[in-house]
Nanobody, 123 residues
Framework: QVQIVESGGGLVQPGGSLRLSCVAS????????IGWFRQAPGKEREGISC????????HYAETVKGRFTISRDNAENTVYLQMNSLKPEDTAVYFC????????????????WGQGTQVTVSS
């Protein structure tokens, strides 16, 4: 019933930009909390950004604040992560996670996860 699909990853040079997409079916993202996470080899999973339902309050980890922007398109039932000024340390698999019928994105656990999309920042 619920399916989360990320896309938009790839290879980019340091200082470049990339936009990730998270498309959901079986759940209305306008009424859900959505989080972006990433995990590099040998490292723990890290929460980097999230957006709350309805009003759309956003949060960012200090490592990406000022460089990444999360947004939601209700008509397309899609959440985006715009990544600018990319650094080699941003290299990781990026995951989109959804918790339906939830407002606060920064305190919730997430039941639905996408398959992940690889982002590699290298010259």
């Amino acid at each position: 019933q619920v399916q989360i699909v990320e896309s938009g990853g790839g290879l980019v040079q340091p200082g470049g930009s990339l936009r990730l997409s998270c498309v959901a079916s079986g759940v209305t993202l306008e009424y859900a909390a959505i989080g972006w996470f990433r995990q590099a080899p040998g490292k723990e999973r890290e929460g980097i950004s999230c957006i709350s339902s309805k009003i759309g309050r956003t949060h960012y980890a200090e490592t990406v604040k000022g460089r990444f922007t999360i947004s939601r398109d209700n008509a397309e039932n899609t959440v985006y992560l715009q990544m600018n000024s990319l650094k080699p340390e941003d290299t990781a698999v990026y995951f989109c996670a959804v918790q339906r019928d939830t407002y606060y994105c920064e305190t919730t656990s997430y039941d639905y996860w996408g398959q992940g999309t690889q982002v590699t920042v290298s010259s």
